[in-house]
């Protein structure tokens, strides 16, 4: 952990290079954000327990610790329709936790998920946890949120400046270990290219800093860029937890 509380983990495997880092925020002690970082499996994670739910902590630990556990050696598409079984498993775990709770009760997490192997990547999320993709000097979005803020934007009640103000910004339409049967989840595939930085993370850092200061800060061929978007987000009061996960590809062993 460094001087500035920042917890952090960094590895790398074959042409994968990754680091994560995570912090409570300025306004909590508990930080219910957890994250994966398994360049060795080509997997990367991050879980945001959904605010103003029960044991938010339990249920993205729940996600982390599920997807952590995944043996090496599995093809694409095996990885694949192991990630999926595994959140299916924590989204059934996770009912039975709130369960416990007592009546309306929810125990439940923001997630999203990147898989890569050679030069392909896919990933899965539900909620607003995002990813984001570093192309030269250009950064893009590649998730939509599953938010009640993001659902006003499209049909055109509010603006995108309008939505991060928004009382009810945090409302999120999906989660695993939401008040429904089965688990919705968004998948995306993608071709990567050398030299592409990917990002994963918990909405305390893409709702504190706007999309041009990402970018800046994603920039530069270092392996500190999680820790710099981190500690610019501490530095601009986020009272969310705030985790990023950045992955480097060509990074070469």
């Keep these: 952990m460094s001087e500035n509380g920042i917890a952090q983990n960094a590895a790398r495997h074959g042409s994968f290079r990754s680091c994560a880092a995570t912090h409570a925020g300025a306004a909590n002690r508990l930080n219910e954000d957890a994250y994966v970082n398994r360049p060795d499996l080509g997997l990367w994670a991050v879980a945001d327990g959904a605010g103003g739910h029960a044991s938010g ?6 996600v982390a610790a599920l997807l952590q556990s995944i043996d090496a050696g599995l093809s694409a598409g095996e990885m694949l329709v192991e990630v999926r079984s595994r959140l299916e498993a924590a989204h059934a775990r996770l009912h039975t936790e709130a369960s416990r709770h007592g009546s309306g009760a929810m125990v439940a997490t923001a ?41 006003l934007v499209e049909n055109g009640t509010i603006s995108e400046a309008e939505a991060a103000r928004h009382p009810q910004a945090n409302v999120i339409t999906r989660a695993v270990g939401a008040d429904v049967d089965l688990l919705e989840l968004d998948k995306r595939t993608g071709q990567l290219q050398a030299g592409d930085r990917l990002l994963l993370c918990s909405d305390g850092l893409s709702k504190t800093l706007p999309e ?14 999680a820790e710099r978007l981190v500690t610019a987000a501490l530095m601009a009061k986020a009272t969310d937890n705030i985790t990023a996960v950045t992955i480097d590809f060509g990074a070469g062993d």
């Design 57 to 62: 902590e339990i249920a993205s630990a729940e």
């Design 212 to 225: 041009e200061l990402l970018a800046e800060l994603l920039s530069g061929d270092d392996e500190t860029a």
């Design 111 to 151: 997630v999203v998920v990147l898989m890569a192997g050679d030069d392909h990547f896919a990933r899965l999320w539900a909620g607003d946890s995002r990813a984001y993709l570093l192309r030269g000097q250009a950064l893009t979005r590649i998730t939509r949120d599953h938010s009640l803020v993001q659902a």
